[in-house]
């Protein structure tokens, strides 16, 4: 069975400045994807960047980034410039390529402020 | 226009009640899910659902279950409600074929069982 672990469970950062959101995973599939969802207080889920483990480059959409480490398994997010906006939790999921019940696996989560 | 909608927002009921949570999505996908978030805000899946089969977590008790009278519906029912089902709920869908995209998620519903 798949597992994800986000081992901060709650992150703060200044306005302005960099933070990086830590996740592991522990599979033995060799096609999966990697998700970072975001659920601000409002609490609806909303999908920040995804990763296709046979790809190499590290996905990167406006002010996130993720640094992909296939062997190490790990998954970390990068967010540049942060943002009050960006204070929510943060979920990193795991998907594996084929159909089952067990698609989708989410990390703990992680719990982020941004700070004024 | 929303994209994974779900009634109600809210439901606040008693235990040993029995109640529907209701979800509809208009993305054409094939694959729907619920899922239970508690109170630590872990995310747990429930259901993954799609025109072929149903497949259900081993860990869910038989007083949950899933109906959809369509592709674009899976409603979730709870018998005999408990206190520790208070929680809330989502649902999402995904096209099976691409994946990678992710599941969209519904805004959820808060289930509060006193």
């Known amino acids: 069975a798949q597992t994800v672990t986000q081992s901060q469970p709650e992150m703060s950062v200044q306005e302005a400045e960099t933070v990086t959101l830590s996740c592991t995973y522990d599979t033995s599939e060799s096609n999966y994807y990697l998700f970072w969802y975001k659920q601000p207080p409002s609490r609806q889920m909303i999908l920040v960047i995804r990763?296709?483990?046979?790809?190499?480059q590290n996905a990167t959409e406006n002010r996130f980034s993720v640094n992909f480490q296939k062997a190490a398994k790990s998954f970390s997010l990068k967010i540049s410039d942060s943002q009050l906006g960006d204070t929510a939790m943060y979920f990193c999921a795991f998907m594996k390529r084929s159909f089952d019940g067990q698609n989708f696996v989410f990390g703990p989560g992680t719990r982020l402020s941004v700070l004024p | 226009d929303t994209a994974v909608s779900q009634t109600p927002k809210y439901l606040v009921t008693q235990m040993g009640n029995d109640k529907s949570i209701k979800c509809e999505q208009n993305?054409?996908?094939?694959?729907m899910y619920w899922y239970k978030q508690d109170s630590k805000k872990f995310l747990k899946i429930m259901f993954s659902?799609?025109?072929?089969?149903?497949?259900i977590n081993e860990t869910v008790p038989n007083r949950f279950s899933p109906k959809s009278p369509d592709k674009a519906h899976l409603n979730l029912h709870i018998n005999s409600l408990e206190l520790g089902d208070s929680a809330v709920y989502f649902c999402?869908?995904?096209?099976?074929?691409?994946?990678?995209?992710?599941?969209?998620f519904g805004p959820g519903t808060r289930l509060t069982v006193t």
């Open positions: 659902y799609n025109n072929k089969e149903l497949i």
């Open positions: 990763q296709e483990a046979y790809k190499q």
């Open positions: 993305l054409g996908h094939d694959t």
């Open positions: 999402a869908s995904s096209q099976e074929r691409s994946t990678v995209f992710g599941q969209y």
